[in-house]
């Protein structure tokens, strides 16, 4: 997940570790979002947040 600093908005998306380009997906807005994309994608594990 990837966070801005200036704003504190949250969007979860993927990342190319070749590249490092962020693919955004969905805007996170409350725990719910988050636990939406966890789901969506099967993602059990915790998400780290980057600025």
Known sequence: MFASVCTGEQVAG????????????MLIKSPK?????????????????EY
Do not use: A, P, R
């Open 33 to 49: 979002d988050l636990d939406d994309f966890k789901n969506t994608y099967g993602i059990t594990e915790e998400i780290e947040k």
């Open 14 to 25: 993927f990342k190319d570790i070749q590249t490092g380009k962020l693919e955004e997906i």
